[in-house]
């Protein structure tokens, strides 16, 4: 079975328990089985956080939980970040949200995340993943997306070019090397709003899917 394959099994099997909602990128939900054909065999995590008592459990910096979301309460830092479409620069200030480190309960070949946002007045997100692989290592900080709901001042992109030992970003997706596949993942999201004004972004959920397919190369 083809990778797009795999995650659009995880898709419509979220959907199927009620699990999925309407997302910024498209949605990954729910568990799947192996199938009876080994050469089909896959293992699918997906884990989401949703609310106030989700995300206290992870780390905040200059972010806090209010009206079950995750706002930009005060800047920790400032970036200049020229958009390569629009080819237009902005100076904007930052604060950021890192989840705690989920254990996925396989070595998965493959992840993606997913978010709801709002993100008015110019402002954006920035969504990041990491991972402990099979071997004990931890990766690098791979940038799964940049969003806006308009794209007049950001171009929604992903971030091709990302590549290590670990693995690479496909478009959206983390793809292991062999032998590197992720036993623990942790997702990172980075809210900008454009310096002196007060305007946040509102991240109403994020999540992952992790996988292991023998698809994977």
């Known amino acids: 079975m083809k990778r797009r394959d795999v995650l ?7 959907a199927a328990a009620g699990l999925s909602t309407t997302l910024a ?10 199938p009876a054909d080994s050469s089909d065999a896959r293992n699918i995590l997906y884990h989401q956080w949703t609310s106030e008592l989700d995300f206290a459990f992870g780390s905040f910096d200059g972010l806090i939980p209010i009206a079950g979301a995750l706002r930009l309460l005060f800047p920790v830092g400032q970036r ?17 949200w890192t989840s705690p480190w989920v254990p996925v309960g396989f070595a998965a070949t493959e992840a ?14 920035q969504m990041e993943l990491r991972g402990v692989t099979a071997a004990g290592t931890t990766t690098g900080w791979y940038v799964m997306g940049r969003w806006a709901a308009d794209d007049s001042t950001i171009n929604r992109t992903s971030v091709d070019g990302q590549s290590d030992a670990d693995g690479e970003i496909e478009t ?46």
């Open 8 to 14: 659009r099994t995880a898709v419509l099997t979220g």
């Open 112 to 125: 993606i995340s997913s978010w709801t946002a709002d993100t008015p007045g110019g402002t954006w997100i």
């Open 80 to 96: 200049t970040y020229t958009d390569p479409t629009l080819n237009t620069t902005g100076t904007y200030d930052y604060g950021t």
């Open 172 to 217: 959206d997706t983390f793809v292991a090397e062999d032998g590197h596949g992720l036993t623990k993942v942790q997702l990172r999201i980075t809210l900008y709003r454009p310096v002196g004004t007060h305007t946040s972004p509102d991240v109403r959920s994020m999540g992952f899917v992790a996988l292991w397919t023998c698809a994977a190369r």
């Open 25 to 34: 990128v498209p949605a990954f939900a729910g568990s799947a089985s192996a």
